[in-house]
């Protein structure tokens, strides 16, 4: 499975931004899916996971009630809402076979390259 990530840019605090990750290979649809951000000096921090079926989803306490995941075919999305300065990130899609520790990096063989998100105040 290869990931490529797309959609970040530049938003004002309050605004919104729409990430996607596109995924190639023929059995991406059976693989969970989630969402990271990491800035720099920083570990590499969970955002968002849905799982093979489009359920399981589950976020991170800082996004909660302004981020939603979803997925498509082959396409992962991340809708982010009401923004803040401190969501500015690189955000990565990451995907995995199994679906256990999806809160942990190291749970993940495959990661798409990063996309920037830069929040203004």
């Known amino acids: 499975v290869q990931l490529q990530a797309f959609g970040g840019g530049l938003a004002q605090a309050g605004g919104s931004l729409r990430l996607s990750c596109a995924a190639s290979g023929h059995s991406f649809r059976s693989y969970s899916a989630a969402w990271f951000r990491q800035g720099p000096g920083k570990e590499r921090e969970f955002v968002a996971y849905i799982d093979w079926a489009g359920g399981g989803l589950n976020y991170a306490d800082s996004v909660k009630g302004r981020f939603t995941i979803s997925r498509a075919k082959n396409l992962v999305h991340l809708q982010m809402n009401s923004l803040k300065p401190e969501d500015t990130d690189v955000y990565y899609c990451?995907?995995?076979?199994?679906?256990?520790?999806?809160?942990?990096?190291?749970?993940?063989?495959?990661w798409g390259q990063g996309t920037q998100v830069t929040v203004s105040s």
């Open positions: 990451a995907a995995q076979k199994i679906g256990l520790d999806y809160r942990r990096p190291n749970a993940y063989g495959y």
